[in-house]
């Protein structure tokens, strides 16, 4: 059932470069969490900390009663199974045919048979819908596949915790969409914690629990998806809304004269959007880590925006979700799970309803893979 991560105080450094500094949050166990921010503010640097390939300059990554930072080679060894690790190039052996690629964690960490970890590699590679493609070598076969084959190899020693760094660069907004449905699938089988590094506006919008987001060599704020979709911080608010207005700029942020500019021309954020609808599981399951749509904002007394939670069919899913439950127990004999108390960042992330979800309130098919 995933693991917490728990950073406090975080820095790291290059010389005399500061990538982040006191870098605080906590990754709730088997929740969904996307890691946002302008390009080179260190978010690849932040995921090969948090598995040990990075050291830190300051601060404390604590791994259960684990503190990553300061453990031996052979007790990060031992804590790095823990990790799944999908890298932003893919990271395959281009000589390798993706069974064999799949199968290298298997061969390398551990001492099973042959025979166990085919039987491994092709569960993996249907969790991924890759089955057909094992002899394929990775310069045979499209980028989404690439990514794919990445994460089912990033699957194949059970991880309590996925890092998973864009994996939507390169592909087109359909698949981008399709890979989004196997990572909340897949998190809704395995529940193990995502943290999913992604430049893609829409992604971070609808398919997380939580969001942080990275600027200026710090964490802006890292918690519940809707604290800051409605949040009207102004880096919070021009990054999720894609905007030009605001401080970040072409180079990260803007200097004095622009934002005066800026101001003088009148230009101020617009309203924010509705909060859309979260993506749901497309095969019938309730992630144990869901809470019901709207259940931070009314928490915090925060108004959401108008129109939001509310599908493209119209339905307002504050008001479907305990129907939704209702019947998604009914049928696949399970419960949505007990929200968990008010943590660090406030009471947890919120429920989502289906993106396109089930009809009538009848679980949805498998997604179609691609
Ligand atoms: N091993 C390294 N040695 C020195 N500097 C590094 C190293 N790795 C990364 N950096 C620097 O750290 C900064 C952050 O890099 P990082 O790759 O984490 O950015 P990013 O937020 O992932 O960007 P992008 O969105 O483009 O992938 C960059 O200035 C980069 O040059
Ligand atoms: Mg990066």
Redesign the pocket.
């Known amino acids: 059932m995933g693991v917490e991560i728990r950073v406090e105080g975080l820095t790291k450094a290059?010389g005399s470069?500061t990538?982040w500094q006191d870098v605080s949050l906590t990754i709730p166990s088997g929740e969904i969490s996307v890691l946002l921010?302008?390009?080179?503010?260190?978010?690849?640097?932040?995921l090969k900390s948090l598995v040990g390939l990075?050291k830190p300059n300051r601060g404390h990554i604590w791994i259960g009663d684990r503190d990553l930072p300061y453990l031996s080679e052979g007790q990060l060894y031992e804590t790095r199974k823990l990790f799944g690790v999908l890298f932003?190039d893919g990271a395959l052996f281009g000589s390798m045919n993706l069974f064999d690629n799949i199968a290298f964690p298997l061969r390398e960490h551990t001492k099973k048979s042959e025979s166990e970890i085919k039987r491994i590699v092709m569960e993996k590679m249907d969790l991924v819908g890759l089955v057909g493609a094992e002899g394929k070598l990775p310069g045979e076969i499209s980028g989404g596949m690439k990514k794919r084959a990445g994460l089912a190899r990033a699957l194949v020693l059970d991880p309590e915790i996925l890092l998973i760094?864009?994996p939507d660069s390169g592909l087109d907004p359909v698949r981008t969409s399709f890979l989004n449905q196997v990572f909340v699938d897949l998190n809704a089988q395995i529940n193990a914690t995502f943290l999913i590094?992604t430049?893609d506006i829409n992604t971070a919008r609808t398919l997380p629990d939580n969001i942080g987001l990275?600027f200026r060599r710090e964490l802006v704020m890292f918690g519940p998806r809707e604290m800051l979709l409605s949040s009207e911080e102004p880096v919070v608010r021009q990054f999720l809304n894609a905007s030009k207005i605001g401080p970040i700029g072409m180079s990260e942020e803007k200097d004095i004269s622009e934002l005066e500019a800026e101001a003088n021309m009148g230009l101020e954020a617009g309203k924010l959007p509705p909060i859309p609808p979260q993506q749901m599981p497309s095969n019938g399951l309730i992630r144990p880590t869901q809470h019901a749509p709207g259940a931070w904002c009314a928490a915090h007394g925060v108004t959401p925006p108008p129109g939001s939670f509310i599908d493209e069919l119209g339905r307002n899913w504050v008001e479907e979700w305990p129907r939704y439950v209702a019947s998604m127990s009914a049928v696949a004999g399970q419960h949505a799970g007990p929200p968990p108390g008010p943590g660090p960042q406030g009471p947890g992330p919120q429920a989502g309803p289906p993106m396109g979800g089930p009809q009538g309130g009848r679980p949805q098919p498998p997604g179609a893979r691609y």
Do not use: R
């Open positions: 290059f470069q990538i921010g302008p390009s080179g503010t260190g978010k690849s640097v932040f990075l932003q760094d864009e590094v430049h990275l």
